[in-house]
């Protein structure tokens, strides 16, 4: 399964379905694909972490529900504070 795949399935069986993947990237040392994830907000999209596939199609890190939330939290705080 192509790694973008895997991580949109994982992202709306565990997150929600306001995460997306974005573009993976290889990482050739490690041998694994790094896909950011974005979340939908009134302002735009948001970057609120990163998931790590192996070569297989095996999540190897994702960060948990409350973790994206509380970056979230943190971006759109900070955006809110320049306005």
Not at 24 to 50: L, M
Not at 64 to 77: C, S
Request: with cysteine; charged share 25%.
């Amino acid at each position: 399964m192509d790694p973008v795949s895997r991580v949109r399935d994982y992202l709306l069986d565990n997150v929600g379905h306001m995460t997306y993947p974005g573009n993976a990237s290889f990482d050739a040392a490690a041998q694994r694909w790094c896909i950011p994830v974005f979340c939908r907000t009134a302002r735009g999209s948001v970057v609120v972490g990163d998931v790590e596939v192996d070569g297989q199609g095996h999540i190897i890190f994702a960060p948990g529900r409350e973790e994206m939330r509380r970056r979230l939290k943190e971006t759109t705080a900070a955006a809110a504070a320049k306005s």
